[in-house]
């Protein structure tokens, strides 16, 4: 069965540090990469996305992600966090050729910024 | 533009009392739907999916069921609660129209059952 995993339960960092939160999954085929932000309060949203194409991938609040297909692997970074970023965040995977689009996620890891 | 409801927002339901938490989706036709169960450090757990009106894939085997009356209506129901049921429950949509599995996911409703 596919999983999802997330190494880092919780991350405690200053603001200006960087970031890498990783990411492994256990799927040999296709498969769509996503990271999910929730910020303290609000709605899970869509950090960042991969399908296709070229496998460092930008998304919002200066985030962005790397695929490596042979390491089965999609970890997230920032070069700078702010205290803005704390939140939880979400790794998740889908089949590429799937028509339920069902997302298997990983543990989810809990970012604290200090001021 | 595309939105997501559910409510109640909150609830709190003694054992063995009833459950519906709804969700319904705005802007989209034939959208899939999902329900979540997010447990602190456990992540998201998918309970049930739907492609279309009557078509429930349950994906846990537990206490809960779900029906989907609606193309734009997902309602997640249990006869009888259990303390185990207590959690975080997010409703999920993709739309219809479009050829990736992006997700887009609702406020949630938090369950205490007591």
């Known amino acids: 069965a596919q999983s999802v995993s997330q190494h880092n339960h919780h991350v405690i960092l200053s603001e200006a540090a960087s970031l890498e939160l990783g990411c492994n999954y256990s799927?040999?085929?296709?498969?769509?990469l996503f990271w999910y932000v929730q910020y303290p309060g609000q709605h899970l949203q869509l950090l960042l996305k991969?399908?296709?194409?070229?496998?460092l991938v930008k998304g919002i609040k200066g985030f962005e992600a790397e695929f490596i297909k042979s390491k089965f692997s999609f970890n997230l970074r920032k070069p700078s966090v702010q205290w803005s970023d704390t939140a939880e965040y979400f790794c998740?995977?889908?089949?590429?050729?799937?028509?339920?689009?069902?997302?298997?996620f990983g543990q989810g890891t809990t970012l604290q910024v200090k001021p | 533009s595309q939105t997501i409801h559910q409510w109640p927002a909150t609830l709190v339901q003694p054992v063995g009392s009833p459950l519906s938490l709804e969700c319904t989706v705005e802007g989209t036709s034939n959208p899939n739907l999902y329900w979540y169960r997010q447990a602190a450090g456990r992540g998201l757990q998918l309970l049930f999916y739907s492609v279309g009106i009557g078509q429930i894939s349950s994906e846990v085997p537990q206490n809960l069921s779900a029906s989907r009356p609606q193309d734009r209506q997902f309602i997640l129901s249990s006869k009888k609660l259990l303390l185990s049921d207590s959690g975080f429950y997010l409703c999920?949509?993709?739309?219809?129209?479009?050829?990736?599995?992006?997700?887009?996911f609702g406020p949630g409703t938090r369950l205490t059952v007591l």
């Open positions: 999920a949509y993709t739309p219809g129209e479009t050829t990736y599995n992006e997700q887009f």
């Open positions: 799927y040999g085929g296709t498969v769509n």
């Open positions: 998740a995977v889908n089949k590429g050729s799937s028509n339920t689009g069902k997302l298997i």
């Open positions: 991969y399908f296709s194409g070229d496998p």
